[in-house]
């Protein structure tokens, strides 16, 4: 069924919750959480963290209509920023009628690790291990049976001397952990490997932990964007797009750059990532280690010219250990409206679908940078943003964020003497 999403932005809150309703794109129960907005109990809440007061809440939208593998989408995101969810929809429009995003699972799965020291005889402790590998793979097993029951468990093992200012004798475990993030499943079976690697390699267990570095669930994203769709003039076009592919070289250059570069990748990623109950601060610090790997601080996408078809060609590739199982996924009712939203993926496509967020992102906060500059696209959002903080009602937005505008004065004491004429001549 096509949906027509021409001027949701500009309806009210209750028409946009009737579209949701009219196109059957919510089940019954979270239609009413979304209408009714229910969220987190304070209850559930109590049991999830330690010191509870309250809730804290941010704004729930939608980007339409993204384009994955040949699948249409509607992803949810969390996020304070209005600007984020504008360019990713505009983005999106523009990939889609290119053809959308097509994505690659390299693969799916978490690596740990038990770290040892003191160990006397490195290379009689590696050979060791390696004698045991089998048999060490199996005690992993034995450890988290459930995991293995369903279709996942340790996958391979592997060790590495590191011999720096101090010297390791690293042992890294690879499990399959399905549709879960993994943490608790490694850290299960990580600590279940302590005792027998100390009797195998004679040294001392310093620790046993998941690695956020997850260089075994890597995904790519590419899209190719029709030069057309950059400007309605030609010539302008082909300079728009030859200053993108520039931009994606400084950022690969200059760490300064690089830093800015990912974290406007990350508006839209971390947006998904909190709106699907994931953990946002592990997808982060494994995709800034892999921005890392080459030595030095560089942008997570690559854009480029293909002379042949006229296309601007954007690519993205980064960890992506998402889950749809455990944590709090199951128990925030918001989230729950998440995964209904976009149809209940797996893990492997709910990956393929944040990581094409990503590059949707970058593409649109470059194509903002190299022509007519980011702060043109932002200026009306924050002149409303400054509209509420100046205390205006519904009826009084529209006009105080004109004024705002047309006067090119953007601060909050402007914003309260507009609102105070305002209402004067009211």
Not at 171 to 187: F, P, R
């Amino acid at each position: 069924m096509k949906i027509s999403w021409t001027g949701f932005s500009k309806k009210s809150l209750q028409e946009r919750l009737q579209i949701l309703k009219d196109y059957h794109l919510l089940n019954e129960d979270n239609q009413t959480n979304l209408e009714h907005n229910h969220m987190l109990p304070l209850s559930t809440a109590d049991q999830m963290s330690e010191n509870v007061l309250a809730t804290f809440a941010l704004p729930y939208s939608f980007v339409p209509d993204v384009v994955v593998d040949e699948q249409v989408y509607q992803v949810p995101f969390v996020t304070e920023e209005p600007s984020v969810v504008a360019a990713a929809s505009f983005a999106a429009k523009i990939i889609k009628r290119s053809g959308g995003f097509k994505t690659t699972i390299h693969n799916r799965q978490m690596i740990g690790q038990v770290s040892l020291y003191q160990v006397a005889n490195i290379e009689a402790a590696i050979k060791n291990i390696q004698n045991h590998k089998q048999e060490l793979l199996e005690l992993a097993n034995q450890a988290h049976p459930s995991i293995v029951n369903r279709g996942g468990g340790a996958r391979d093992l592997r060790v590495e001397w590191l011999n720096g200012e101090a010297e390791f004798l690293v042992v890294y475990l690879t499990v399959d952990t399905q549709e879960a993030m993994g943490a608790n499943i490694l850290n299960t079976m990580l600590e279940a490997l302590k005792t027998p690697l100390e009797e195998l390699t004679g040294g001392e267990s310093l620790m046993a932990i998941l690695s956020n570095y997850a260089t075994e669930a890597l995904v790519t994203a590419t899209c190719e964007i029709d030069l057309r769709f950059l400007s309605r003039n030609k010539s302008e076009a082909i300079d728009i797009a030859k200053k993108i592919v520039l931009a994606s070289q400084f950022a690969k250059q200059d760490p300064y750059r690089a830093s800015t570069h990912n974290k406007g990748i990350f508006n839209g990623i971390d947006a998904v990532v909190l709106a699907t109950g994931n953990d946002w601060r592990a997808i982060e610090a494994g995709a800034h280690a892999y921005a890392s790997r080459n030595g030095s601080y560089q942008g997570l996408t690559t854009w480029s010219i293909k002379e042949v078809t006229q296309t601007l060609c954007g690519e993205i590739t980064l960890p992506l250990p998402i889950a749809t199982k455990g944590g709090s996924i199951g128990l925030n009712p918001t989230v729950k409206v998440s995964f209904d939203l976009l149809k209940q993926p797996t893990a492997k496509e709910l990956a393929s679908i944040i990581a094409s967020i990503g590059l949707a992102q970058n593409f649109a906060a470059l194509k903002a940078l190299v022509s007519t500059g980011i702060q043109h696209g932002h200026m009306k959002l924050q002149a409303k943003s400054l509209a509420l903080l100046a205390g205006a009602k519904d009826t009084e937005i529209a006009l105080l964020v004109s004024q705002l505008i047309s006067e090119k004065h953007f601060s909050l004491k402007r914003a309260q003497e507009i609102l105070e004429n305002i209402r004067q001549k009211s």
